[in-house]
């Protein structure tokens, strides 16, 4: 079965430092892996995608994440965070098999000036 | 780029009565998504449309939900008659397409905040 962890519920950062968002794996197939942003009172926003190629993927704000096969994760990171960059992040994943997206539960990330 | 609209943006009802969600999806897009999202069981999946046509409704929690998509610009999600429980924020989402080997990501709407008194 699909399923997709993000273990931590919350993870608070100080304004500068480097951030990571965990997110782990479960699919049968390829993976195909999703970060998405979402602010207070908004909807969910795309941030990047890993579907084939290079590991490393570098998406919108400043956003990058790695696909580690073997370790079967997609951990969002950022060298810098800001303040703004405080909100609820989304890791997704589905397979060759399944339109369907598998949502992790979120992840509140908290960045102090 | 208009992005995906919903409306309303809040809506506040009463038990028993009927609710009418609205989507319009991004043009060209011909994939179409309901999520519900509360704080016990987070983000869910509901319905999804390919080409107007609904491929899966697993999602829907009871006979009381249905969804229309009677074309590609415009969709429902029409609960009744509404409970409490129903309450929390719907959203539409839309996409470039399923199939054709290539994965796309989806674009949410602003949601609704939907709340049964």
């Known amino acids: 079965a699909q399923s997709v962890a993000q273990p931590e519920d919350q993870v608070n950062v100080a304004e500068g430092n480097p951030l990571t968002v965990k997110c782990t794996y479960s699919?049968?197939?390829?993976?195909?892996l999703f970060w998405y942003v979402q602010y207070p009172n908004r909807g969910l926003q795309f941030l990047l995608k890993y579907i084939t190629g290079d590991n490393l993927v570098k998406g919108s704000y400043g956003f990058e994440a790695e696909f580690n096969k073997s370790q079967t994760s997609f951990h969002l990171k950022k060298p810098s965070a800001l303040v703004s960059d405080s909100a609820l992040y989304f890791c997704?994943?589905?397979?060759?098999?399944?339109?369907?997206?598998?949502w992790g539960a979120g992840t509140k990330l908290i960045i102090k000036p | 780029d208009a992005g995906v609209i919903q409306s309303p943006r809040h809506e506040v009802t009463e038990m028993g009565q009927e609710v009418t969600l609205r989507c319009k999806p991004i043009s060209g897009h011909n994939s179409l998504f309901w999520y519900r999202q509360t704080m016990m069981r987070g983000l869910e999946l509901l319905i999804y449309?390919?080409?107007?046509?609904?491929?899966?409704d697993s999602g829907m929690p009871e006979d009381r939900f249905s969804a229309k998509m009677p074309n590609a610009s415009f969709s429902t999600l029409k609960i009744q008659p509404s409970e409490p429980r129903d309450s929390a924020v719907y959203f539409c989402a839309s996409s470039r397409g399923l199939a054709g080997g290539v994965i796309y990501e989806q674009y949410f709407g602003p949601g609704t905040r939907l709340t049964v008194t």
């Open positions: 449309f390919n080409n107007n046509v609904p491929i899966d």
């Open positions: 997704a994943v589905r397979d060759d098999s399944n339109y369907q997206l598998i």
């Open positions: 699919v049968s197939g390829n993976p195909y």
